[in-house]
């Protein structure tokens, strides 16, 4: 557990990855580790945040004076209105900006086309001293890629290996892969789509192809379950975090976060000019 983390019984890395059950052993009302409520997990929260400011500055600082020897990658996959917005405006979005770089995958373009699919997902990476967020991900290669048979069969057990392979470079380079599929019911994303086109100002989030895309919901289950048995490693894993409750799911990622960069330790650089004498300097002035 990191040491922020209020109310956690057990540290979210153990019992939110992804194990053999896949997506069946995975309750989306559930609140795994957490003791606490909704009340309670606003608090954590908002603890954490202060938390999880302190250890990006630290991170960032080091790579402006050029130490910097990690960062950290953040890749957010799920079903349409599962809350993957919710995840960086509310934990991502709460910290400096200069020390986030966000990455949201669309369909691919005519240019990226031309490439192997790993071209335009490395060329995001993120730097030294950076948190990296993948809203979506080169994971749609191989379930759209899969679900709409966008590739051939072949082609998509080819990907699934090149995964494997990119990730462990980018792990063994220094960035801390977090993966993360935020799991909702099909029922509470019929609630929240309705929700949608029940409000003026939610019409701009509808898409009709995320009705097309629901009516594949089986599909895409085993698709995803897919994915965690090829795809999830050491280097990689996968953690699969219940997510009607967007208080939780938020609180889960966060938790994920401040455990990573503590495990880093960033340390805030030490200054290579005389302090005292620049006090003096600056104070005569």
Partial sequence: MSQHSAGWTAPASEVLRVTSAGLSGVDPEATPGYQGKKTDGAESLASGLAALGDLQERLFARSAVGEAQASV???????????????????????????????????????????????????????EGKIGVFDRSHYEDVLIGRVRALAPAEEIERRYRAIVDFEKRVADSG???????????????????????????KH??????????????????????????????????????????????????????????????????????????????????
């Fill in 204 to 285: 701009w989030k509808f898409n009709p192809g995320d009705t097309d895309e629901r009516l594949l919901w089986d599909d895409y289950m085993v698709a995803y379950d897919t994915v965690f048995e090829r795809t999830s490693t050491d280097d990689a894993p996968w953690y699969v975090i219940p997510a009607n409750r967007k208080w939780y799911a938020r609180l889960a990622v966060q938790e994920l976060l401040l455990a990573a960069l503590e495990d880093i330790d960033p340390q805030w650089p030490v200054a290579d000019y005389d302090v005292a004498a620049e006090k003096k300097r600056l104070a005569a002035s």
């Fill in 73 to 127: 990658l953040l890749v957010l996959q799920a079903m349409d209105s599962a809350g993957k917005g919710g995840i960086v405006r509310h934990v991502v979005g709460g910290v400096d900006p200069q020390g986030i770089e966000l990455a949201a995958f669309k369909a691919p373009t005519a240019e990226e086309l031309q490439h192997d699919f790993l071209w335009r997902i490395e060329k995001r990476l993120p730097a």
């Fill in 175 to 201: 960035t801390r892969i977090i993966k993360v599929m935020l799991h909702i019911s099909r029922d509470e994303q019929k609630q929240r789509l309705m929700e949608r086109l029940e409000r003026p100002e």
